[in-house]
């Protein structure tokens, strides 16, 4: 369904030339900022912005679960933080893999599901894929093919990225399951169990359902469908709010001295009401 403002841009936050990073959307709307020592929040209705430090170093890897949770990946351990009182941010180490490499995890289920994924290279065929539910933790996978590859839940099933392959974990086996085509693997993120993606720098949704077909021109089944938006600077990151499918984007350009500076924009993607003044 289209609408007179669908795509519209409203710049939210002048950055200039500071570096916020990793952008990420809580599911009431907010938005994150995680640049590994410091988390910042932007709340959209009330349009306020504040900082708080970590108690630690977690780095830019991480995965909001619930308005008060998030899980960071960071020098081979994966930690559970509790944000719930921002001015005494704590954390747990849920998992450390020690000197093989915590690759990749994910979260789902409000958190009470946690996938995450052992590159061993030590020894072949050890490479390994955990699930976690509750306090039961067990290998959903043990072999030597490559878990270095982004990881996402969809519909219950486990699937992973690598280049322009798409891989799906079935009963103990990675099997490859089907093509994508020239898509930034690390922008992936499912919400509402729909895949977004960036592709050549324009967000958009992600279909890997579509079987292959020797008929296509495309050499593979899934399709990307770029959001209806029109942006003249460049695009560095993006998420969508749960709530409403509308879309945040971090851009950089350029001011009249070719100085780079940072912004954050949001787009107007699902139908609003707007009465009139003195219409009720």
Known sequence: VS?????????????????YGTMRSFPDGRLAFNDGSTLRIYDPVTETLTSNSFDNYYGNN???????IIYGLNNNKLYKIDISDLNAIT???IFDAGNLQLSQ???SNNGNTI??????????N??????????????????GESVNRKMIELNDNIYLFEYSSVYELV???ITYYNYVNNINQSSIINVNNVLYASQDQIPGILDISNTYDNDEQMPGGSTFEPLPISEDEEINQFTIDPNSGNLYTVNSGYDANFNTINS??????????KIPAGDT
Not at 3 to 18: A, H, M, R, V
Not at 62 to 68: D, F, G, L, M
Not at 264 to 273: E, H, K, R, T
């Open 3 to 19: 609408f007179n403002s669908q795509g519209e841009e409203t710049q939210i936050l002048d950055l200039q030339n500071q570096y």
């Open 62 to 68: 991480y995965q909001i679960v619930t308005n008060t």
């Open 91 to 93: 954390s747990e180490i």
């Open 105 to 107: 995890f994910y979260v």
């Open 115 to 124: 996938y995450y994924a052992v590159q061993n290279y030590y020894l072949e």
């Open 126 to 143: 050890q490479n390994k894929i955990y699930k976690k539910v509750g306090d039961v933790t067990e290998e959903i996978y043990v072999g």
């Open 171 to 173: 009963d103990g086996n």
């Open 264 to 273: 954050v924009s949001f787009y107007q993607l699902s139908p609003q009401i």
